[in-house]
């Protein structure tokens, strides 16, 4: 490994040359502006400060990895001299910020005419010796005409707010036919005197060396390097200091041992799965699910062996398979996406499951969805999956695989009434609003919905396309309570009905006696309607509009008890 420095124009002339490039596997763009503006205020000020080293692997007669080019670069038209293996987000927010890539944002820097500074132009002032500041206008379009207005026009920007674009200060050809563009528009403009323009141009130059002559150091992996070893330097480097996430070692090790990228296979599964998307970080599911796969717990240990890559790929199909039919089996079960899910175990530990069941086999098809609807419905209920849930998830996989293949299996500790036990309908009394991420909350709500959840108004069910449309009502409204919003006792998972806005608008702060009336009135079939739209929520009707909230939620818990004791058992309510 070799230490050596590029400036930031010698970096740019690779760039644009194609002779530098990011393997497939590298994580995507993800700074933020407050970063970008960060990094170019060490290299503008002086002295100037560091921006850490890059780690670059020489490329001989064949690249070691597939390749692609930094984010806004010219597609290489050739063999590229030089991976990039760490330093992607800053070499690729310089280019991108310099170069004037970015859509949403412009960059500028605040050098003040000097007319406007007050200081002595005859003092000598050395124009290195200024620390101009870093500013990130956010862009956005309104009726086809980018805002704000002023970023375009570079008089309006310079004379009235000091700034100058930073794509001026570019060091390559783009930049200095950008600085010619610029400086015309203002000597153009007449609001400077001779004497400015001249120390304008003075300041403007100095500024466009100071970041074409600054170093970049890296550390250079040479030709010799096997696809291992650059891998392993690679994973430990970003470990350390910017530490990469699961996935993107997995990415890693899956282009190192099979050339297959991860991302597109991902790309590929959403395209045939898109509701994967509802239920939270589709990267982390698919690791889980993958990991349980291969009969290894789901955890960073297992995602840094060695051979998960190739592991990855040999039970693929079987991922893809799983999440076909488990995403399919959560929305069935009233599951629709992560808003109202219980348990992350849930989703991963259901795909799992669902992957090695026979696509036409009705028979062990059948048998194997009561025995996931029990493992789902205990997994929301109970509190086995509240510590070390992926270790647990784990040797619950593994004697649930083994029941659904009908081999030999042992006590599955899921099951275990006595470890794990259900909540009693006193503990469901007691249970929070389901709009928070909470277990017991959430299971109360998606048990009530299991009968269809029409709407109060229309009679719309519940579904996975409209649940998003819809609101968490309090069917004893707060005012009615007399208390707010944060108030514990108003904020109860059997206080809570989803609806749609329109209808939950129109409830106001009336009593449930009168909202209700109000619907029986208006609905064509009258007081039965309601009550049907109602019990699709295990909204008991008659103790609703009694008005003692108590003896309601006491009378509903009763209902949900009885729909979660049938669902744990692989039953189906009603």
């Known amino acids: 490994m070799e230490a050596r420095n590029k400036k930031i124009e010698d970096w740019f002339a690779m760039i644009k040359q194609g002779q530098i490039v990011l393997p497939r596997f590298q ?76 859509k949403d944002l412009d960059l500028f820097i605040a050098v003040m005419p000097r007319a406007e500074t007050g200081e002595d132009d005859e003092a000598g002032r050395d124009p290195n010796a200024d620390m101009p500041g870093v500013e990130a206008i956010k862009r956005w379009d309104r009726n086809g005409v980018m805002q704000p207005v002023w970023a375009d026009n570079p008089v309006e920007a310079f004379i009235e707010r000091g700034l100058v674009p930073v794509t001026v200060f570019c060091p390559n050809s783009d930049g200095e036919a950008a600085r010619n563009s610029w400086e015309a528009a203002i000597e153009d403009s007449g609001q400077l005197n001779r004497e400015s323009t001249r120390e304008l141009t003075r300041r403007i130059e100095a500024l466009r060396q100071r970041v074409a002559k600054y170093d970049i150091p890296f550390l250079s992996l040479d030709v010799g390097t096997g696809r291992e070893t650059a891998l392993d330097v690679f994973i430990k480097m970003n470990t350390s200091a910017s530490p990469l996430k699961d996935f993107d070692i997995v990415v890693a090790q899956l282009e190192s041992a099979t050339g297959e990228s991860l991302h597109e296979m991902v790309a590929d599964l959403l395209e045939t799965v898109p509701a994967v998307r509802d239920f939270g970080r589709v990267e982390d599911t698919i690791l889980s699910v993958a990991a349980l796969l291969m009969s290894r717990p789901p955890i960073k240990k297992t995602y840094l062996e060695k051979d998960y890559g190739a592991q990855f790929k040999a039970v693929w199909e079987r991922v893809k398979h799983g999440f076909r039919h488990g995403i399919d089996f959560l929305r069935a079960e009233a599951i629709f996406n992560e808003k109202c899910l219980p348990s992350d175990v849930a989703v991963y530990l259901t795909c799992a499951l669902w992957a090695d069941v026979p696509e036409h086999d009705f028979d062990r098809g059948g048998n194997a969805r009561t025995l996931i609807r029990k493992a789902l419905w205990r997994a929301c209920y109970t509190a086995r999956y509240g510590k070390t849930s992926a270790t647990r998830a784990y040797a619950d996989y593994k004697v649930l695989r083994a029941m659904i293949a009908g081999e030999e299996a042992g006590p599955c500790e899921l099951f275990d009434e006595q470890l794990y036990p259900l909540p009693a309908v006193e503990e469901m009394v007691l249970a929070g609003w389901p709009g928070r991420k909470d277990r017991l909350p959430r299971a109360i709500l998606v048990t009530a919905l299991k009968r269809g959840g029409l709407d109060f108004a229309d009679g719309a069910a519940i579904g996975a396309e409209n649940f998003d449309s819809r609101e968490f009502h ?45 619907r029986a009135a208006a609905a064509s079939l009258g007081e039965d309607a309601v009550r049907q739209r109602l019990e699709s929520h295990r909204v008991p009707y008659d103790a609703l509009i009694a008005g003692d909230y108590d003896a309601f939620l006491a009378a509903r818990a009763a209902l949900i008890h009885a729909d979660m004791v049938q669902l744990c058992a692989g039953g189906t309510p009603g």
Request: proline letters at 8%; glycine letters at 10%.
């Open 474 to 518: 309090h069917l004893y409204p707060v005012g009615i309570l007399g208390g707010d919003r944060e108030d514990e006792r108003v904020n109860r998972a059997l206080n809570c009905a989803v609806i749609t806005w329109t209808t939950n608008r129109k409830v106001g702060a009336q009593t449930p006696k009168e909202y209700i009336g109000k």
């Open 27 to 102: 994580r995507h763009e993800a700074w933020r502006p407050a970063q970008v503006v960060g990094l170019l205020e060490n290299i503008f000020r002086q002295p100037p400060l560091p921006i850490g080293a890059l780690l670059t692997l020489e490329v001989g007669d064949e690249e070691l990895f597939h390749s692609r080019p930094i984010v806004g670069a010219p597609a290489p038209t050739g063999k590229p001299a030089m991976h990039l293996l760490d330093g992607q987000q800053r070499l690729t927010a310089l280019w991108r910020s310099l170069t004037g890539d970015y």
